[in-house]
């Protein structure tokens, strides 16, 4: 099986968290584990934001480059990012909650591209096939 690693399940890792061990686990027997390249950039971002040291933030960016391929957004992913934020932002209005980001949808887009599933605890992505649910 093939799996994109939302910035959430990476966290929950990182956390040591039940999701993160279920993460952990879903990582250990897939076959191909994908991470796409602006995951790392939006984690980064919350680790800066919280005040984690700089240092940390790489060795944890490393660990993610070592544990999956990163990948960067092809043109057809991009195309279908925009698809897909559409269909995430009507899907949040219909269950009340906030508009989805765009990494959201380029994650969701990596996945459909890569005929992959996508690892995650985000509401964003609840109920989605291409979900495996850390909920």
């Not at 061990?21 to 800066?48: M, N």
């Not at 995430?88 to 969701?108: C, H, Q, R, T």
Request: with cysteine; charged share 30%; glycine share 6%.
């Amino acid at each position: 099986m093939r799996i994109v690693v939302d910035s959430y399940a990476w966290i929950e890792l990182f956390i040591g968290s039940r999701k993160g061990s279920k993460a952990r686990e879903a990582l250990t027997e897939a076959g191909e584990v994908y991470t796409p390249d602006f995951v790392l950039a939006e984690i980064a971002r919350k680790y800066l934001r919280e005040g984690m040291d700089q240092q940390t933030i790489l060795e944890r960016l490393r660990k993610i480059s070592e544990s999956s391929d990163v990948t960067p957004i092809s043109l057809e992913a991009a195309l279908e990012s925009a698809k897909c934020y559409f269909e995430l932002k009507e899907k949040a209005g219909k269950a009340g909650i906030s508009d989805p980001s765009l990494f959201d949808a380029m994650v969701l887009a990596t996945a459909r591209v890569l005929k992959a599933k996508v690892i995650t605890g985000d509401r964003h992505f609840k109920n989605l096939n291409e979900t495996l649910w850390l909920g």
